[in-house]
């Protein structure tokens, strides 16, 4: 099943690109196809999420909140695809240098995550355990109110990873 992972994975990432194809060239089709596909699927697993959470009003309202921005996006998303657009062609100049501009923003962030302090071991160690285990909670469920190193609550990070790894989680295995 593990091998599965990433094949299934960029498959799910990148299939929404056909819908951009026929109107753009290739590359800017991925981005918007990946685009796409990442809002996609953090609205499934917040909504996963808020179905697994005890009836109150905060989950309604949450459940209402999440149908209202899917039924917008893709609202939005049939009225882009209506119109039809003629694609932007770049010239084989702008081309090179888009790349060029691409391989430099690469490089400054590799030298800047280089030579920048970051974890000891152990810290490191530890942020991964916590992204895992926030991922659990998203995948399973459990107390809103559990606390990490120096107070950190499940609300204080950023859901999104921890909701699609949740939802990974869900579809090939809850483990390390």
Request: proline fraction near 5%.
């Amino acid at each position: 099943m593990d091998l599965l992972l990433f094949p299934v994975m960029l498959f799910a990432l990148l299939a929404p690109a056909a819908l951009f194809r026929g109107r753009h060239q290739l590359p800017e089709a991925l981005a918007l196809g990946a685009l796409v596909s990442l809002a996609l699927w953090s609205v499934i697993a917040f909504g996963r999420f808020l179905l697994l959470l005890p009836p109150s009003s905060s989950r309604t309202l949450g459940l209402f909140a999440t149908a209202l921005t899917l039924a917008g996006g893709l609202g939005i998303a049939s009225l882009c695809l209506r119109r039809p657009r003629q694609a932007v062609r770049l010239a084989e100049n702008s081309r090179r240098q888009v790349l060029v501009l691409i391989c430099g923003a690469v490089l400054l962030a590799m030298g800047v995550e280089a030579t920048l302090p970051h974890f000891g071991i152990a810290n490191l160690y530890y942020d991964w355990w916590e992204h895992f285990d926030l991922a659990r909670f998203y995948s399973n469920g459990g107390d809103l109110f559990r606390h990490y190193q120096d107070g950190y609550t499940v609300t204080s990070r950023t859901p999104v990873f921890n909701l699609l790894t949740g939802l990974c989680l869900t579809a090939f295995g809850d483990r390390f």
